[in-house]
């Protein structure tokens, strides 16, 4: 698997970088909008290397960047107005890329270990309300004129709300996926595993759409299916998506991953433990999944505001 062009260096630097992006796709799995990002991320890094030295550059130009070079591609950045959020990712690309660099004895660079990231505003998840994902859950059948198109809608939307997952983890289901015992193992980032358990209604609603469903699934066919007869792109989900905020009136943050921030901050605000929320979104940091105790906070100060007749 070959990166795209990444500018005009050196063979032995593009040979590299090909070998870099098929390890991040095999190795890491990184999704296609992962690797696309990281490649326009290094194809900028590499246009810069080469307006700093004058001519493409090499792998010995790679090995002997230093703080000040690296800090001066931040400093670029920082002069075009490039958000912290592109430059934190960005430097996470250069930093991947020189650490494969050196776990392959291609070259070593300790000056990319001194560079530091830009400090990020914690942001916080933007969930539904209850009500407005239980609306969500009761239109999103409506939307379609194709009952079994409709019912697979419904069983999508039941997944990333009943069950937390990411929209790329319920559409990567296979048939052979479905559970005999209520529980169901799903494939998450970076190839890692976890078990989530599937609600009564959430079965219910896959049984429906395979009824619905007019030709034959089985096997290591996918659960999902497009109209065309294959599996289901992301897109069509998030356009629907699109139409129930219009239907709705939802906010614009109303997303397919904003049901999964959903699930996980009304499963918080009935009593979940952190831990036990924290396995079943697969997050391998607790740190991430505590960002939902500041909306559950968010939310209990709004309605103290709203609700106190001192407010």
Known sequence: MEAPII??????????????????????????????????????????????????????????????????????????????????RAISTIRSFFKYLDFSEVIHNAAIKTIKTPKLPRSIPKPLSQLEAKAAINTIGQLHPTPWVAARDLAILMLLYGCGLRISEALNLNIEDLPSDGIITVNGKGKKQRIVPLLPIVMDSIDYYLRKYPGNLDGKKP?????????????????????????????????????????????????????????LLGHESLSTTQRYTDVDLTQLIQVFQESHPRA
């Not at 390890?23 to 992962?34: D, G, L, P, Q, V």
């Not at 709705?248 to 397919?256: C, G, H, S, V």
């Open 7 to 88: 500018y005009n260096a050196e063979p032995a630097v593009n040979q590299v970088i090909d070998e870099w992006y098929s390890w991040m796709a095999i190795e890491r799995n990184c999704s296609k909008h992962t690797l696309d990002a990281y490649s326009r991320d290094l194809s900028a890094f590499i246009a810069y290397i080469t307006e700093h030295f004058g001519f493409p550059p090499g792998l010995n130009e790679l090995q002997g960047l230093t703080n000040a070079d690296f800090r001066g591609y931040l400093a670029m950045r920082h002069n075009k107005g490039l958000s912290h959020s592109s430059t934190a």
């Open 223 to 279: 659960l999902f299916i497009g109209v065309q007869g294959n599996r289901l792109n992301a897109g069509v989900i998030q356009r629907q998506i699109r139409k129930l905020r219009i239907t709705l009136e939802l906010p614009a943050t109303a997303t397919p991953h904003a049901l999964r921030h959903s699930f996980a901050t009304h499963l918080l605000a009935h009593g979940g433990d952190l831990r036990t929320i924290q396995e």
